[in-house]
């Protein structure tokens, strides 16, 4: 199949996928004024989506590395569609926790087998580049998703918010499902799983420490796309539309700007140096970390424009590292094993920790602490990079 093409489809799909997960945050006033819910409560919700994502995306990768990736991708967008229709039926926290963990069984589907897929269509001299369009899904379905959610809730209930979005993924499950792809090539002695395939990649330093990194920009970035609107409702005392409207043209607008600047980047340092996505990581997280302290204390909005434009150079860049540190019979299990590592660690907590430091002080106080969160992924970056070889890439 043309590699354009299939870019193309997964790009559409990542962007619903991501607007399926952050319509969640579009609606949170809404739910907690229906639902009468703590802020510790809406940040259960968003790792309530983590912990199966997280969970399910290793069993996920193994089966794909078997099977055929891209079924096993259409099964999962399948699923999460489901699973977000039928949130709109939700009557209490029970079953709106247990609906929006079954989206992240779907959602951990897709996205343990969709960079492989992609990153065996295209060379390894445009890696950085090509995830980092594919995961442009990240900003703009998270931006549409705060948007629709607030706007859709506000006129018409936040459950059509949850039904309207969900449709369109059950269309793209089917087109997925028929695309003419071959099952990747494994060899013979690893058509059964073993759990040594694990920790062989464990014992990677600079996967490992990779993967640590990931988690770092995951605890940040998670809670702060899950709770800026309220956020900006609260400190900046904007009204819900206004508020959903001002994080997703900040998610947008730095996204579109942040992913492919920093896959161009990271793509020519690695060409100089084996050490460039690494080293572009490092850069990114440090400038994110510093010009989120400034928005916050000085009030800048041009500061959280910055934050998040370094924040999402990582958009691409970290996923392309995870395949440049491990061989390519394994990449959809190293790939799965390291979304669970970032989201155990990062994103899975983050909204709850959050969520309950503003109860106890305010959501300021738990925003000014997340850019350490940043520095640590930088250093972990540092780390990997150090046991890096500094010679030139190969293009492959």
């Known amino acids: 199949m043309n590699p354009t093409r299939l870019l193309v489809l997964f790009l559409a799909i990542n962007v619903i996928n991501y607007v399926d997960r952050q319509v969640l945050s579009g609606v949170f006033p809404l739910l907690k004024e229906h639902f009468l819910l703590s802020d510790t409560a809406l940040g259960l919700l968003g790792s309530a989506f983590m912990i199966t994502y997280s969970l399910t995306s290793v ?92 706007w859709l809730g506000v006129n018409f209930g936040w459950q059509w918010a949850f039904f309207i979005v969900g449709v369109p993924g059950l269309i793209l499950a089917y087109m997925a499902w028929r695309l003419p792809l071959q099952q990747q090539p494994t060899a013979k002695d690893r058509q059964k799983f073993r759990l040594s395939e694990l920790l062989q990649l464990l014992k990677n330093k600079p996967y490992l420490y990779t993967c640590l990194g990931y988690a770092g920009i995951s605890f940040a970035f998670g809670a702060i796309v899950l709770f800026v609107p309220t956020f900006f409702e609260r400190s900046f005392g904007y009204s819900l539309e206004k508020a959903t409207l001002l994080s997703g043209g900040l998610q947008v607008g730095a996204g579109l700007l942040g992913a492919p600047i920093g896959g161009l980047v990271a793509d020519f340092w690695q060409k100089r140096n084996r ?37 999402l150079w990582h958009v691409g860049v970290a996923s392309a590292l995870v395949f440049d540190v491990t061989e390519k019979a394994v990449w959809n299990t190293a790939a799965a094993l390291a979304m669970f590592l970032m989201h155990f660690l990062g994103d899975i907590p983050s909204p709850v920790i959050v969520g309950f430091i503003s109860d106890k002080t305010s959501l300021f106080t738990a925003f000014s602490l997340l850019p350490l969160s940043m520095i640590l992924a930088s250093f972990f970056f540092l780390k990997a990079a150090s046991h890096l070889s500094n010679r030139p890439s190969l293009s492959k």
Do not use: C, Q
Request: no cysteine; proline share 3%; glycine share 10%.
């Open 59 to 150: 069993p996920f990768g193994a089966w794909s590395d078997r099977w055929k990736p891209h079924k096993v991708a259409a099964i999962g967008v399948a699923i999460w569609s489901i699973a977000t229709v039928s949130t709109a039926l939700a009557w209490s926290f029970a079953t709106l926790f247990v609906f929006r963990a079954l989206v992240g069984i779907g959602e951990a589907a897709y996205v343990s087998t969709a960079g492989t897929i992609l990153s065996n269509a295209y060379p390894e001299r445009k890696r950085s580049a090509t995830l980092g369009i594919f995961n442009l899904g990240m900003p703009i379905g998270g931006a549409l998703g705060v948007v629709l959610g607030g």
């Open 275 to 311: 050490r460039g996505r690494a080293y572009t990581l490092v850069l990114s997280m440090l400038l994110s970390a510093i010009f989120l302290w400034i928005g916050l204390f000085m009030e800048s909005f041009v500061a959280f424009f910055l934050s998040a434009f370094f924040m």
